[in-house]
């Protein structure tokens, strides 16, 4: 890229998204570096650094996959050489941070991303480069700077380019907690909304903040027993915690209107589809004509490609955070976005020192 200074930019890479890396080191106009990561027999993760990273600048590429504790272990390892060899900093760049849905407290659980934040910042990363955390405030968990980048202007741009007669459509947020983000796509692009309430919204522990405990029992033995003037004093009071009234989710229901338009779901991260393929049933029957599915992260776990395959959905686009290759073999719909000229930017102006204030032009809280 222009006006780079690319003779202390090392790139280097795991085993999750070479590609990406590789896209990226030819947009800037070196070479990737000389690292292999490997496995050993008993499973113990490997890492040779070939290259010299003296006093350099390190960016290592490194996004989550379905085998994010691999995932994770090689980039711990990769900081931690680099650290230990005298390289002058360490850039995580991680499209795709791995745990980031697990970033409030669950029953007796613990809020894991802020276990990783600690990880990674103890291995030497001195800055963090990623993309649309699932939340913004993951950013926190972090002793060091983190650069948030936002893959939406890539994602409108392709409604208005490749999705004919987009006019036509109307913008679904697919539960409530998905309303700010789809609201600032059709303010963007001046359609309608539509939000979608019930049973589909997720309900498991993504729902649940705190930690259960058995409920306070009264002492039914007083340990002293009241004087006769105490007792004319004390009145009956109870001592119990009032309950939680359970949550009845009312039925699936849309509020907007759908029919005859294009529905255009958005999203960050596309894992488990069944949200979203009951989604698109309940637009279908709403009279929606096509239905598309917009989202950054691309992981499609388990047999999501048949199930999208086999939905109503006409489209799927996702960004290249994640390698998809086999997902997209197996069902003809996915389509991808190439980010890697945003991630090529970044890495540029946080080497250059220059602002990064121009990638977040026009970015909103809600983006």
């Known amino acids: 890229m222009d006006n780079t200074s690319t003779s202390d930019i090392v790139i280097i890479n795991g085993n999750s998204h070479p590609d990406l890396a590789n896209m990226v080191a030819e947009r800037m106009g070196i070479k990737n570096g000389g690292c292999s990561v490997f496995h050993k027999s008993n499973r ?15 960016y290592i590429i490194q996004t989550g996959t379905k085998d994010a504790n691999n995932n994770i272990m090689e980039l711990l390892i990769m900081a931690y050489a680099c650290k230990t060899s005298s390289a002058r900093s360490i850039v995580g760049v991680i499209p795709y941070l791995p745990y980031s849905k697990q970033c409030k407290m669950r029953k007796r659980g613990c809020i894991v991303s802020k276990l990783l934040a600690k990880m990674m910042c103890t291995s030497g990363l001195t800055h963090i480069i990623t993309m649309d955390l699932h939340q913004k405030e993951i950013q926190g968990f972090f002793d060091i700077p983190v650069d948030n980048l936002r893959a939406s202007p890539f994602l409108l741009q392709y409604i208005q380019e490749s999705i004919p007669d987009y006019r036509n459509s109307v913008i679904v947020a697919r539960n ?57 004093r004390t ?72 199930q999208l395959d086999e939905s109503p959905i006409d489209e799927i686009v996702v960004t290249n955070t994640i390698p998809h290759e086999i997902q997209k073999l197996q069902c003809h719909k996915i389509k991808t976005i190439d980010i890697s000229i ?25 983006d």
């Open 176 to 232: 409530p907690g998905v309303a700010k983000k789809a609201n600032s796509y059709a303010e963007r692009l001046r359609l309608g909304l539509a939000v979608i309430h019930g049973e589909q919204k997720e309900t498991d522990a993504d729902e649940v903040d705190g930690r259960y405990s058995p409920p306070p029992t009264r002492n039914s033995t007083p340990q002293h027993a009241p004087t006769s003037s105490n007792r004319q």
């Open 235 to 306: 009145t009956s009071v109870s001592v119990g915690v009032p309950e939680h009234i359970v949550k009845v989710k009312p039925p699936l229901t849309i509020v907007g209107d759908v029919s005859g338009r294009i529905a255009i779901m958005v999203d960050d991260l596309i894992d488990d589809v069944q949200a979203f393929v009951a989604a698109a049933e309940m637009l279908k029957e709403h009279g929606a004509c096509k239905i598309y599915v917009l989202a950054t992260h691309g992981l499609l776990s388990s047999d999501a490609p048949r």
């Open 342 to 366: 945003l991630i090529a930017e970044a890495i540029r102006r946080i080497h250059n020192k220059e602002s990064m204030s121009y990638l977040f032009r026009n970015v909103t809280l809600e």
């Open 44 to 58: 113990e993760t490997i890492v040779e650094i070939s290259d010299s990273v003296r006093g350099k600048d390190i």
